[in-house]
């Protein structure tokens, strides 16, 4: 059963796993010529770890968690827990796991879907037409599929009035520590420095209402950033120094996704692309590892029968995201107060706030017996 998966992120490199490991046949496209392995940090809720170690790649990032000995609770299965780590060391390990059997078709994106009782016929930019038995939309906050399936971007963004930047730095700054550097009305520049300043981050936010770019132009972007600090004293000007010459550089708005459905007819969305909850959340990565292992779950255990199967990925979702979209909206709220956008990780992994608020998942096993049914 061949599945189209739209977009090469966390969610579409872990849907592409398990669908792989329940015997479906993923193929997956990414609009980037090559994948994109930036970003700052992202942390990881407990079960979001739970679906890392089913893969057998918990080790590996609980190495490259930023903040050693700061983050993790002691009973992975009882009680939640959470740990940190750079976007790239979570991309790198999801694409290894994948890409000996996956086909990954890069620097090309979906134009067209058309659906019948059958299928799906997709039409590529570049690519030639090909037909799918199902379209999974994990392209992000301004999905394409979502766009093509489902409606226009504004029916289902939710901005919440703030942008944010990141970029690395070199570790020679010796910025002090971490966490809020500098703090003006409206604006915000965060330091993350780990590894023992062998390397730092750099998130710089802004308040702003929806502004009009193009989201390709990385240049624009910059300059955007540029003019909003312009004139701003302390580390500022260092900063767009360096932000100029990133190669790493993200930009993009603070804004949730709000949908009635995450499904129409063979098409399903997950994700950011389906229920982005905002950066201010800090929580998208791990919406994404759960999205994936439970949307190929609930497939593989209703034996292909997407109507059920997506249903069902809905209600076992549903809960959980609520509440990290009420957390994103927090944030951004904090954002407005001037204190930090996002819960500082210490308080979290300790006394946890945010934890203490999000009801525990509780992942199903999924037996792997999707590929001995199918065809039916
Ligand atoms: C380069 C980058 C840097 C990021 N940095 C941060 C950060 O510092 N902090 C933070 O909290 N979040 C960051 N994010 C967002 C974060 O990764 C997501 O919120 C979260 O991991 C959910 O992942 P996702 O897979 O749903 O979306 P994403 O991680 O955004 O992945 C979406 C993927 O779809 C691809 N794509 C987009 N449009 C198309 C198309 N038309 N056709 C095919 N592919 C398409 C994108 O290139 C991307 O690879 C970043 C995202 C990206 C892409």
Not at 32 to 40: I, K, Q, V
Request: hydrophobic share 40%; net charge neutral; proline share 5%.
């Amino acid at each position: 059963m061949d599945v189209l998966i739209s977009g090469a992120g966390v969610a579409g490199t872990a849907l592409a796993y398990w669908l792989r490991h329940h015997g479906f046949t993923p193929t997956v496209v990414e609009r980037a010529p090559r994948l994109r392995a930036g970003g700052g940090v992202v942390s990881l809720r407990g079960e979001a770890l739970d679906v890392l170690d089913r893969m057998a790649l918990l080790e590996r990032v609980q190495e490259l968690n930023t903040r050693p000995g700061g983050a993790a609770c002691a009973d992975r299965r009882g009680s939640p827990y959470h740990l940190e780590i750079l976007r790239a060391d979570l991309i790198g390990p999801l694409y290894e796991a994948t890409r000996q059997e996956v086909e990954y078709v890069s620097g090309d994106s979906i134009a067209s879907v058309e659906q019948d009782p059958a299928g799906v016929r997709v039409t590529f930019e570049r690519g030639r037409p090909r037909r799918f038995h199902l379209v999974a939309g994990a392209d992000g906050l301004h999905s394409r599929t979502r766009s093509l399936a489902f409606g226009p971007c504004e029916r289902f963004i939710r901005h919440l009035g703030m942008y944010t930047a990141t970029f690395s730095l070199p570790g020679r700054l010796r910025l002090p520590g971490s966490d809020r550097l500098h703090g003006m009305p409206g604006k915000a520049a965060d330091i993350l420095s780990i590894r023992d300043n062998a390397k730092a981050y750099a998130a710089l936010h802004f308040a702003s209402g929806p502004l009009a770019y193009d989201r390709d132009d990385v240049a624009q972007h910059k300059r955007i950033v540029a003019g909003q600090f312009a004139g701003e004293g302390g580390p500022i000007p260092l900063l767009l120094e360096e932000m100029s010459r990133a190669q790493d550089f993200f930009f993009d708005a603070n804004a949730q996704v709000e949908m009635h459905h995450w499904f129409s007819g063979r098409v399903v969305l997950l994700g950011d692309a389906g229920y982005c909850a905002a950066r201010t959340s800090g929580l998208g990565a791990s919406q994404a590892l759960i999205g994936a292992y439970i949307l190929a779950g609930e497939l593989a255990v209703a034996g292909g029968e997407h109507p059920a199967a997506f249903a069902a990925y809905e209600q076992e979702m549903r809960g959980f995201v609520a509440e990290h979209q009420q957390i994103g909206r927090e944030g951004a709220d904090r954002f407005f107060m001037g204190m930090p956008a996002q819960e500082a990780p210490g308080m979290i992994a300790a006394g946890t706030r945010e934890t203490a608020r999000t009801h525990l998942v509780r992942l199903k096993d999924y037996a792997p017996s999707f590929a001995a049914r199918w065809p039916p």
